[in-house]
């Protein structure tokens, strides 16, 4: 699988960092990751910015090529996803998309934009 341009971790897990490591867990199992490309890597996956610009912001601390490679683990492993607009800020969007509603964002924008409540 290849690294998502905006990376962002699945609503699936919850990922927990310190200077010991990063602890990504979920419903059917957990991982601690201890490397230093790890550590740096975590706080900077914000669905913000682009893994470029995450190597860039690491440059001179984590080789270009580490923070390459652990993000495209993380992106085979199914913890990185693509950020995606309204979904990505919606705090109900995990819910949402495990029923298996596409874009949940839609509803929320149609409600705005006709001042009432309807479905896509």
Same mark, same amino acid.
């Given at each position: 699988?290849?690294?998502? @341009?905006?990376? @962002?971790?699945?609503? @699936?897990?919850?990922?927990?960092?310190?200077?010991?490591?990063?602890?990504?867990?979920?419903?059917?199992?957990?991982?601690?990751?201890?490397?230093?490309?790890?550590?740096?890597?975590?706080?900077?996956?914000?669905?913000?910015?682009?893994?470029?610009?995450?190597?860039?912001?690491?440059?001179?601390?984590?080789?270009?090529?580490?923070?390459?490679?652990?993000?495209?683990?993380?992106? @085979?492993?199914?913890?990185?996803?693509?950020?995606?607009?309204?979904?990505?800020?919606?705090?109900?969007?995990?819910?949402?998309?495990?029923?298996?509603?596409?874009?949940?964002?839609?509803?929320?924008?149609?409600?705005?934009?006709?001042?009432?409540?309807?479905?896509?």
């Amino acid at each position: 699988m290849s690294i998502p @341009r905006v990376p @962002r971790f699945s609503d @699936r897990y919850r990922i927990v960092w310190n200077e010991e490591g990063v602890l990504i867990s979920g419903e059917d199992r957990w991982v601690l990751f201890k490397a230093e490309p790890h550590r740096r890597v975590a706080p900077l996956v914000d669905g913000v910015r682009t893994a470029d610009e995450i190597v860039d912001c690491l440059a001179g601390r984590v080789d270009a090529a580490r923070v390459y490679y652990t993000l495209s683990r993380w992106a @085979r492993d199914g913890y990185l996803e693509e950020a995606g607009g309204a979904v990505a800020a919606a705090p109900d969007a995990p819910y949402w998309r495990h029923v298996g509603v596409p874009d949940p964002g839609r509803w929320t924008r149609t409600a705005k934009s006709t001042g009432r409540e309807s479905g896509p």
